[in-house]
């Protein structure tokens, strides 16, 4: 999970407990001054249906981050944050939600991470001792004659590539 995700993740807890809070004082308020007039209660009655809203979508935009078209929820997420930053309550989600449309950080996984540090070194992309041994002997047992084999530099690179496309495809799903 990228740390923008786990920034509107916490934003989205703390979002829908406020929210959670003010919409049962909105409703208590509603039925309050029922008797009073009709402007009163409708407007508790809206109050609690955009609080609804809110929480509704912060969860909705929680699921989308980190997709390719993540772009409309991340904005999403900056008018969330100013809105929340505008009350005394709402500042810790705001600005977390504001962090969420600000920061593009990724996280890697550790192989990626190994494979792009030995990469950026060597300029070589790693490959295991196991794929090396494996397109060996693959090598050796296709080798008709046991007398002088031919160990290729390209065969041995091929065996190597094409396992370790397969081992980085399997890592990704």
Known sequence: MSVNKILALIGAIITSLLAGIYMLISLAGAFAVAGSSAVGPAFFFILALILAGV????????????????????????????????????????VLYILTFALNIKQQSTAEKETAAATETTGWTAVSATTVVSAVSEHVTSESTVGESDFSESAVSESAVSENNATSESNSL
């Open 55 to 94: 929480i509704v979508f912060s969860w909705i935009g929680f699921t989308k981050l980190d997709k390719p078209n993540d772009k409309p929820w991340k904005i999403l997420f900056l008018v969330f944050g100013i809105l929340g930053c505008l009350t005394l309550a709402g500042i810790i989600p705001g």
